[in-house]
Nanobody, 116 residues
Framework: QVQLVESGGGLVQAGGSLRLSCAAS????????MGWFRQAPGKQRELVAI???????LYADSVKGRFTIFGDNAKNTVSLQMSSLEPEDTGVYYC??????????WGQGTQVTVSS
């Protein structure tokens, strides 16, 4: 089992910045990648960014150039620095861990609201 605890989020005006952080505990040796997904009201959960343990990263096209994912393998943490936020970035952001042997773990989610 892997437990994920998120922090950050909140309300910000368009053009502003926020940082989300996530810390993993439990069977962290099984983690292949950690990342962030988001879900807007009435929409499906979607990938935002992923950071693999080899430090490679993947971003959704909609956030490239605005969001940066970074982390620390030794501390089992991942953070998402979000800049130039747009109202379309509003949603619940979920930390995710992809583990060896298959399966995903999710955090409880944190709300991000961008006002226009």
């Amino acid at each position: 089992q892997v437990q994920l605890v998120e922090s950050g989020g909140g309300l910000v005006q368009a053009g502003g910045s926020l940082r989300l952080s996530c810390a993993a505990s439990g069977s962290t040796y099984r983690i292949n990648a950690m990342g962030w997904f988001r879900q807007a009201p009435g929409k499906q959960r979607e990938l935002v960014a992923i950071r693999r343990t080899d430090t490679s990263t993947l971003y959704a096209d909609s956030v490239k150039g605005r969001f940066t994912i970074f982390g620390d393998n030794a501390k089992n943490t991942v953070s998402l620095q979000m800049s130039s936020l747009e109202p379309e970035d509003t949603g619940v952001y979920y930390c995710n861990a992809d583990v060896r042997g298959g399966g995903f773990y999710w955090g409880q989610g944190t709300q991000v609201t961008v006002s226009s």
